[in-house]
């Protein structure tokens, strides 16, 4: 047998692949995602005409104040796995946005900002495909109205509107939470690139509230999607805690949950 032949025939297609790998681009979209350490909804919007933006969206505020960087085809340089986006966000400081492709439409994406070449704030969130509108768009267009219109009478007692994420299927999401004394509310969740108006909701019935304060425990009306929740108050404007299922006596799933009073952003500038 030729082995050395065969082996060098080999090694020489691996090297002319090598070669012949494209830098990796940006194609047109929508890309959206959620950075936990900023609490900020992210979207990331390519466009044709070569002006792209990065929006940063408030979610304790109820996703109604954001801000908008904008960006060329010149600030972004791509490598076989990776682009970087790098502009400048304020006076002498750089943010350096990297996406790493994940899956066969998402990115991973690292975003770090510096001054002088000293780190001043680090992040990583995942970036999901959108083929329609954002959530945030839809998640506005459909409940706006109702958080320009919260209230919250007593702050010692849970009710009233609540906006946060909630770790659902392992993934950081979207989550509005009502929570009513007298008629019923209920806890949605919004899943990142749905094309669909909701992702999966739950009811939530005055009698299955329990109060002691700082713990609030709520049992909901699904069967398999948050069933129990169990919050924590902290300085009366945010809940802490855990939402489960629990179904025929088994813990289907449990995420994180991180909620904000949205009352106290009403004046934010």
């Known amino acids: 047998m030729h082995l ?17 790998a494209k830098p990796l681009s940006l194609s047109p979209g929508l890309w959206e995602g959620i950075s936990e350490d900023e609490m900020q909804y992210k979207l990331l919007q390519i466009n ?16 109604r104040y954001a801000k908008r960087s904008a960006f060329s085809d010149e600030d972004i340089s791509c490598k076989e796995n990776r682009c970087t986006i790098s502009t400048v966000i304020e006076e002498d400081v750089t943010r350096s946005l990297t996406l790493s492709p994940y899956l066969d439409t998402s990115f991973t994406a690292l975003e770090s900002n510096y001054n002088d070449n000293k780190g001043l704030l680090s992040t990583s969130y995942r970036l999901i495909k959108q083929e329609s509108s954002s959530t945030p768009r839809k998640f506005l267009e459909k409940y706006g109205t109702l958080l320009n219109n919260a209230e919250r009478a007593n702050d010692e007692t849970p009710y009233g509107l609540w906006v946060g994420i909630l770790h659902y299927l392992d993934k950081p999401e979207l989550a509005l939470l ?7 509310g209920s ?18 019935s005055p009698e299955n509230i329990s109060l002691q304060h700082p713990i609030v425990e709520i049992t909901t009306s699904h069967t398999t999607f948050a069933t129990h929740l169990f919050l924590m108050s902290e300085g009366n404007s945010v809940l802490k805690g855990y939402a489960y299922a629990v179904h025929k006596g088994v813990t289907l799933d449990a995420g994180e949950i991180r909620l904000f009073d949205i009352t106290k952003y009403l004046s934010l500038n």
């Open 4 to 20: 050395l032949p065969a082996l060098a025939g080999l090694l020489l297609g691996i090297s002319t692949l090598s070669l012949q």
């Open 48 to 63: 044709d005409s070569g002006e792209h933006f990065l929006y940063e969206i408030h979610i304790p505020s109820g996703l």
């Open 178 to 184: 009502q929570l009513y004394e007298d008629r019923q």
């Open 187 to 204: 806890l949605t969740v919004f899943r990142k690139g749905e094309t669909s108006e909701l992702a999966v909701s739950t009811q939530i």
